[in-house]
């Protein structure tokens, strides 16, 4: 597994950021990371990168330990943090130079995988301007191209389109996915349309506990399906209930919701339309998204940020 992660616990003072949670993130996969303000994804990832210490158990990357001392672990771990620091009054190529240094590249080889960067991170026309210049979406390719600089296997992303407009956001996520072909993702995001366009899985991390951790097909398929039942007129609720006591929501005074686990409703909601002469007009099946999979598994969730350590 190029992510492991076992019984890893966060304590701030008597807070408990992250309660015990294990997963593990194979070669190759991009995985969401998915939860509210506060359930405790940065931290999480502060923890598999090495910044931050786990209070119990314990994070490995492509094998290794994070937490125990191994100067080659951080070449297999690419980071780029929610809030992205860069020294803005670095140009962009200046920047990169120097952030190579930290993982031992110098010379030729760094030029050449400054240029590559460059290239795939479309920052080539913007490589000689101050960062201090560039957009919030030019920004993030930095960062992006910082994390890429030593080619590591795995990649750990804090919400990587937080705050773009969407043009920055589409072009951020296709970029993603162009990096993601031959590495190893885990990256955190609040946009569910991010998850379903980039992922597999989904991690949902919820008050510090892990909550669901299945495939994105999985997780929408196990809330079932619904089934919206139109009528030309209003009708009154008691009318709708069906013979095995299947009640639906009210969407307006003439559509309703049947929820459903698996089962087609039609032919019950058609006979019970014809036997009390209801004018159902149209009935219409419609999936659970993965925002309402979200909704449902972080109900009565705390809005405070991620603790920080």
């Known amino acids: 597994m190029s992510v492991s992660v076992k019984s890893l616990s966060r304590l701030f003072g008597s807070q408990k950021a992250v309660d015990n949670i294990s997963f593990s993130v194979g070669k190759g996969e991009v995985v969401g990371f998915l939860g509210p303000n506060g359930a405790g994804k940065s931290t999480t990832m502060k923890m598999i990168t090495g910044i931050l210490a786990p209070s119990n158990g314990e994070a490995y990357v492509c094998g290794y330990p994070v937490n125990r001392p191994n100067p080659d672990t951080r070449n297999f771990i690419g980071y780029l943090p929610e809030n992205n620091p860069l020294y803005p009054e670095m140009f962009v190529h200046e920047y990169l130079e120097f952030s190579g240094g930290f993982y031992g590249l110098k010379g030729a080889a760094l030029n050449k995988r400054i240029a590559l960067l460059m290239d795939t991170c479309g920052l080539a026309p913007e490589q000689n301007k101050k960062i201090q210049q560039l957009s919030r979406g030019y920004r993030q390719r930095v960062g992006l191209a910082q994390a890429l600089l030593h080619d590591p296997e795995v ?36 946009i569910m349309q991010e998850v379903e366009a980039i992922c597999d899985r989904a991690l949902v991390i919820h008050q510090g506990k892990l909550v669901a951790d299945d495939t994105i097909k999985n997780l929408v398929g196990s809330s079932g399906t619904a089934l919206l039942a139109e009528f030309a007129t209003p009708v009154e609720h008691t009318e709708l209930m069906l013979p095995d006591g299947t009640i639906p929501e009210k969407c307006d005074e003439r559509i309703y919701r049947y929820k459903s686990s698996g089962v087609d409703l039609r032919p019950a909601v058609f006979r019970l339309a014809a036997e009390k002469n209801l004018p159902l007009v149209g009935l219409k099946e419609e999936n659970f998204s993965i925002e309402q999979v979200f909704r449902k598994l972080t109900a009565n969730v705390k809005t405070e940020s991620d603790q920080q350590p």
């Open 155 to 190: 990649l750990i992303l804090d919400e990587p389109t937080s705050g773009l407009d969407p043009n920055q956001l589409a072009e951020i996520r296709a970029l993603i996915r162009t990096v993601s072909a031959n590495k190893t993702v885990l990256f955190s995001t609040h």
